[in-house]
């Protein structure tokens, strides 16, 4: 497709967003307002909370105090200060995640900001900011998805957002499969602090908006450069978190 009419394509997308039926964002079901999942999606979702890992989010099975760590938050403490997501990593929550990356429906952008912002700490006004892709990604897909959920977060909360805060300077390979080190070899120098940003987020609050936390190598590599520039802490907001397994991290 030529850049004309891939820019054709992308400024039709928020009217044809308004003119087709609302529909579940999880399974296409039309439904009643273009935000609520059908009945059978949203029992399917598992919608996180506490009580949790006070790091890392994971899921405890029964309360253990506000300040509690998993065990792998406390052998290996992640670059990041906080990380939480509205939903466990499933298949609805998949679904979600692919339609809003892949599916040219970026009003899906607006409801997972919905389930995200309770999750929100705003105290301190922190900054938003995308966990960036590569500009590569950008030009093929036309958007970037954690942009167009910090952008919406920004919206319904009136914090501010810095969509150029990272700079994605590597095309990182996919990294599903790989194992913890093997990620973390491969994210390494993908990202940089945008030159024009520094002065801006020097004893600042981030909140970095992803869509989908998977080992954390990602986050954690954003997280590490913000805190070399300065940054106070950083905090990971995501709409899905894998939970299962020795995934995670
Ligand atoms: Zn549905
Ligand atoms: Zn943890």
Known sequence: MGTASLLARNALRPI?????????????????????????????????????CARCALPFDYGEGAAVLCGRCLAEPPAYDRLRAAVAYGDIARSVALKL????????????ARFMQRHLD??????????PLHRWRIWRRGYNQAALIASALARRTGLETRLDLLDRVKATPIL??????????????AFRVNKRRKAELKGRRIVLVDDVYTSGATANACARILKRAGAAEVNILCWARVVRGEDSH
Do not use: M, N
């Open 16 to 52: 044809l967003d308004f003119a087709l039926p609302p529909r579940c964002p999880g399974c296409a079901a039309i439904t009643r307002d273009p935000h609520l999942f059908c009945l059978d999606c949203w029992s399917a979702l598992a919608f996180l909370g506490e009580p949790c």
């Open 101 to 112: 990356k892949y599916g040219g429906r970026p009003g899906i952008a607006e409801t997972v």
């Open 122 to 131: 705003a105290a301190g006004a922190p900054l938003l900011a995308p966990v």
């Open 176 to 189: 599903r499969g790989l194992g913890p080190r093997e990620r973390a070899e491969a994210v390494r120098g």
